[in-house]
Every structure is written in C-alpha cells, then in structure tokens.
T-cell receptor, first 113, second 115 residues
C-alpha cells in the first residue's frame, strides 16, 4: 500500500539534544512538507521541498534542519536551538502534477524532558 | 501573504443534524485551490473536499459540500446528516495555483458530534 511513514511515533528528548524524525513516502511524490501542530495553533509549516536536493524554509524554520537526498525521504532534525520543541510533527507529500492534495503521515509526538 | 481564518474554535451538534464550519481567507491571487481537511482523534489527516477557484460550482462529496463565495473570500463546509465518525478537527487550507508553492492552514475547528 502506498503512503507516508513517520517514525518514531513517540519520542522523548532531553534538553540540549538534537533529534531526527523520519519521513518516508512511496507515493512517488515530488513535494514533501513538515508541519508542526500545537493546540490552538493549527498547522504551521517548518520546511518544504519540491524536488530532490532542494528545500525552502517555511514560517517557523528556526531551530530545525532538513535534507532531501532521496525523493522518498525527508528527515527533520530538531536541534537544541529550537526553544520550544515539544509538539506534534506531521509530514506530508503531494504530487506536483496533481491538484495540491496533501497526503499525511500519522505524525510524531516529540516531548522534551 | 495569504491568511486563512477559522472563527469557530469548537462546535457541537447532535447526530443527524446539519452543521456548517466557517472559513475566510485573504489573498490577492485569482487562481488558487481551497481545501477542507479532517483530523480524527486517531490523528491521520485526510482530505475531505477540494475547490478550484476558477470553478463557480460548489464542490460536493457525499454528505460534505462547500459554499464558495469568491468575492467574499469565504469557503464554508457543510456536513449533512452528521455522524459520530465526523467528530474531528477540521482545517481549512489555501494554496496558490502556481509552481513551487505551499499550503496554508487555518487554526482549525474542533467538531463534536453528540449521540
């Protein structure tokens, strides 16, 4: 079955540590996105990538980094510079030839202790 | 910059009733897409319905329909004959119909369908 896989589903981190969230898709989509979801804030865009080896900052990129070395993969690193990293993180992808529909993973819940 | 506003943080309706969720947006673009996404308690976000701005006819998907008012920049979602499984967060979203653009989401409306 085609879809998006995020891992881990739950992650705990100590302050000062970097952590990487995985996002893999087998939908052959060109575009991939990372959103952060906080209660009452909706979804806020962290980074997005329209093509391999290229990505753009979203609205809240500070303290985060990404890479896009393969079409299928778009990992997100939450660095120690991110001041409030505890959140729910959603990865999504879309076809650039389609009508913009996003396909989402199940999300990763990061808690900083 | 584009913005999407959902003015109803939370709503509750009885099962089988009809409910309308509001969404307004701000853009200077003429060609764009609008979406409603549903996020059930299980957290997997799915597309409910999509509207292309150049189409005057309102989109419908079974019990879900929209009221798209382009001049007023309004895009409301109507759920008819609501079911318990409709309980979820609903997000309105906007995307310019150009290359290399991103989707902007509203803050969401939490909808409770009561038995």
């Amino acid at each position: 079955d085609g879809g998006i896989t995020q891992s881990p589903k739950y992650l705990f981190r100590k302050e000062g540590q970097n952590v990487t969230l995985s996002c893999e898709q087998n939908l052959n989509h060109d575009a991939m996105y990372w959103y952060r979801q906080d209660p009452g804030q909706g979804l806020r865009l962290i980074y997005y990538s329209q093509i391999v080896n290229d990505f753009q900052k979203g609205d809240i990129a500070e303290g985060y980094s990404v890479s896009r070395e393969k079409k299928e993969s778009f990992p997100l690193t939450v660095t120690s510079a991110q001041k409030n990293p505890t959140a729910f993180y959603l990865c999504a992808s879309s076809s650039r030839t389609g009508a913009g529909e996003l396909f989402f993973g199940e999300g990763s819940r990061l808690t900083v202790l | 910059a584009q913005t999407v506003t959902q003015s109803q943080p939370e709503m509750s309706v009885q099962e089988a009733e009809t409910v309308t969720l509001s969404c307004t947006y701000d853009t200077s673009e003429n060609n764009y897409y609008l979406f409603w996404y549903k996020q059930p308690p299980s957290r997997q976000m799915i597309l409910v319905i999509r509207q292309e701005a150049y189409k005057q006819q309102n989109a419908t998907e079974n019990r879900f329909s929209v009221n798209f008012q382009k001049a007023a920049k309004s895009f409301s979602l109507k759920i008819s004959d609501s079911q318990l499984g409709d309980t979820a967060m609903y997000f309105c979203a906007f995307m310019k119909r150009v290359r290399d653009d991103k989707i902007i989401f509203g803050k969401g409306t939490r909808l409770h369908i009561l038995p």
